[in-house]
């Protein structure tokens, strides 16, 4: 089966970091390309981040740049994104999603950033 | 002026259609781009249903119904996503996407409600 399972998730005060995780099985994932999408409680899906199969190109959104980094690990079917200088605003939850169509998505990991 | 604009719901009956509209911003051209679309259901992650740039360009998801389709209005520079013969499972969020400038762009999304 086609999977992607995000972990990684969790609650911390603002300015805190945190690391994500998207673990692919069920196709082969280093020729993907991947995505990081969220979508805070309530509201629309917001793209954060995108890297090519061979990381060679990474994409962010403005409202994470410089504190957002995407990066992939191919020998273990792994997605990450680590997250530095939390804010409020980046409360949500964070998908990953396969390839530049968004065809397969996972179930989601939940970040809270609260004092 | 956001890049992509959906209406923020719709209502239509049980075996009628449902067209729902993506309008791009003045000076994207609908022509250029591929439209991707994703339904979304309470509680679940978003799900790939189609893309469309042109009748010789279209994919649908794997899965998906035929009774989804996507075309274009070119005079109202808007993707379109049509879905026929309604059904209450049809009843979810509905987001429209593309890729601009080395960026994805996701609509504010549509909610459908079928009654």
């Known amino acids: 089966e086609v999977q992607l399972v995000e972990s990684g998730g969790g609650l911390l005060q603002p300015g805190g970091s945190l690391r994500l995780s998207c673990a692919a099985s069920?196709?082969?994932?280093?020729?993907?390309?991947v995505n990081w999408v969220r979508q805070a409680p309530g509201k629309g899906l917001e793209w954060v981040s995108f890297?090519?199969?061979?990381?060679?190109?990474?994409y962010y959104a403005d409202s994470v740049k410089g504190r957002f980094t995407i990066s992939r690990d191919n020998a273990k079917n792994s997605l990450y994104l680590q997250m530095n200088s939390l804010r409020d605003e980046d409360t949500a939850v964070y998908y990953c999603?396969?390839?530049?169509?968004?065809?397969?998505w996972g179930q989601g990991t939940m970040v809270t950033v609260s004092s | 002026q956001a890049v992509l604009t959906q209406p923020s719901s719709l209502s239509a009956s049980p075996g009628a259609s449902a067209s729902l509209t993506c309008t791009l911003r003045?000076?994207?051209?609908?022509?250029?781009?591929?439209i991707y679309w994703y339904q979304q259901k309470p509680g679940s992650p978003p799900q790939y249903l189609l893309r469309?740039?042109?009748?010789?360009?279209?994919?649908?998801g794997s899965g998906v119904p035929s009774r989804f389709s996507g075309s274009k209005d070119a005079s109202a520079n808007a993707g379109i996503l049509l879905i026929s013969g309604l059904q209450s499972e049809d009843e979810a969020d509905y987001y429209c996407?593309?890729?601009?400038?080395?960026?994805?762009?996701f609509g504010g999304g549509t909610k459908l409600t079928v009654l």
């Open positions: 999603a396969r390839a530049s169509d968004f065809d397969i």
């Open positions: 069920g196709f082969t994932f280093s020729s993907y390309n």
């Open positions: 890297i090519s199969s061979s990381s060679s190109i990474i």
């Open positions: 003045s000076g994207i051209n609908v022509d250029t781009y591929r």
């Open positions: 469309y740039k042109s009748d010789s360009d279209k994919q649908q």
């Open positions: 996407m593309i890729w601009h400038s080395n960026a994805v762009v």
